[in-house]
């Protein structure tokens, strides 16, 4: 049985809404302001610039997919409603399609810039940017519809005995 907090609101979804913001904002911290910061230091060389954001992408991006893991179980356990399994299920997807297929492209590239060699011009760095903004926008439409169905003061349970009452 669902945990409920003492206004009525759903403890997992709670958990859930505010595990997908502050997921949305890890992504504007890295992806948004710390990421575009590192190419106005003066100091710093474009290639340990693309180095150093290689690295940090790497690493942000494993975490991402043990976030979506997690925040995917979370959905399934505190709603199981097909709009926020939707959400969800496209938070990972984008996640996975960043981890596996868009940022090793863009980690050869930068590779190969760090060695010295020049790239052709590609459009990958784009979509990886739109994806990112896509995520983003789903986190908060999770998040959103987390809050908002928590905020119902009727239990999953009570509704469903009521729909098998009215159905009978």
């Not at 693309?50 to 690493?59: I, P, Q, S």
């Not at 976030?67 to 997807?93: E, K, N, Q």
């Not at 986190?139 to 999953?156: H, I, N, Q």
Request: charge should be positive; hydrophobic fraction near 55%.
């Amino acid at each position: 049985m669902e945990q409920r907090l003492n206004n009525g609101f759903n403890a997992a979804g709670a958990l859930g809404a505010l595990f997908a913001v502050l997921w949305a904002g890890m992504i504007v911290g890295v992806s948004f302001i710390a990421t575009p910061a590192k190419f106005l230091a003066p100091s710093l060389g474009d290639r340990t610039a693309f180095d150093v954001g290689r690295a940090t992408f790497e690493l942000f991006c494993s975490i991402e997919v043990g976030l979506a893991l997690v925040l995917l179980g979370l959905v399934l356990y505190a709603w199981r409603r097909l709009t926020l399994i939707g959400l969800a299920v496209s938070v990972l997807a984008i996640t996975f399609m960043q981890a596996f297929v868009v940022l090793p492209v863009l980690s050869d590239r930068v590779a190969a810039i760090v060695a010295g060699y020049g790239v052709p011009p590609s459009h990958v760095h784009l979509l990886y940017v739109s994806m990112e903004i896509a995520k983003t926008g789903l986190l908060v439409a999770l998040a959103s519809c987390c809050v908002l169905l928590g905020t119902r003061r009727e239990s999953r349970g009570s509704a469903e005995r009521s729909y098998r009452w009215a159905t009978s």
